[in-house]
């Protein structure tokens, strides 16, 4: 069975720059999360997703991040304009609901000059 | 105070001995429990489940305190393999979003 796809695998760009990275989930789960990981923060739930709908995007660092899930096999995490403190690895996660085990696509490496 | 707390390490320790990990959460209404474990520059991986009455998978055995809010992980004769970190996870349950810890690095060494 295909586990999460994300696309990019890695991303390179400039300053100020439109980021899009993009997840696929498993068929049939539910609920979508969207993860920065850094060294200094370690791992932070950015947003997520229930039946499609965005539950707790509290963690979102500000407006320059959007997210959106149009349908359940598709979601889009976007940063505009991007900023050098932007670079992480981003990952996206799915589960069959809220609260049961997540499994995690392969990530997205950004790198913001 | 911190909604999961893990002590960060590293543990180093030689190949064969047994090492634990314990991880504090604040919220005495958490329901569901997991370890995860992540390799370097790869996406973590969901290790075990953690049920109510402890449970085994193996080498690993996984423990839940409620009275005093931590899970534990037991690795019995750890291997070189197993050298990553171990991420635990506390959720409320339901629909609810899983809270990870900051992870503990285990590094077994010959």
């Known amino acids: 069975d295909a586990g999460v796809i994300q696309s990019p695998r890695h991303e390179v760009t400039e300053m ?21 990981q850094t060294m200094m923060r370690g791992l932070e739930l950015l947003i997520y997703f229930n039946n499609n709908v965005p539950i707790d995007d509290s963690g979102m660092p500000e407006d320059r991040f959007s997210a959106k899930m149009p349908n359940a096999s598709f979601s889009t995490l976007k940063i505009q304009p991007s900023e ?6 981003y990952f996206c996660a799915s589960s069959y609901q809220g609260g049961q085990p997540q499994h995690f696509g392969d990530g997205t490496r950004l790198s913001i000059l | 105070r911190k909604e999961v707390e893990q002590d960060p390490g590293p543990f180093n320790v030689p190949e064969g001995a047994t090492v634990a990990f314990n991880c504090t959460y604040s919220n005495s209404a ?20 953690v049920y109510s009455s402890g449970n085994e998978d193996g080498r690993f055995t996984a423990q839940l305190n ?8 037991l690795i019995r004769d750890s291997k070189l393999s197993d050298s990553a970190t171990y991420l635990c996870a506390v959720s409320l349950g339901g629909g609810n979003k ?12 010959l």
Not at chain 2, 30 to 49: A, G, V
Not at chain 2, 98 to 109: D, P, R
Request: hydrophobic content about 30%; proline content about 4%.
């Open chain 1, 84 to 89: 050098p403190r932007d670079s992480a690895v």
């Open chain 2, 30 to 49: 958490s329901q569901s429990f997991f370890w995860y474990r992540q390799d370097c520059r790869k996406e973590p991986k969901l290790l075990m489940s």
């Open chain 2, 66 to 73: 409620r009275a005093s809010q931590y899970i534990s992980l």
């Open chain 2, 98 to 109: 899983l809270t990870f810890g900051t992870g503990t690095q285990l590094k077994v060494e």
């Open chain 1, 16 to 36: 100020g720059q439109e980021v899009t990275l993009r997840c696929k989930p498993i068929s049939g789960h539910n609920s979508l999360f969207w993860y920065r």
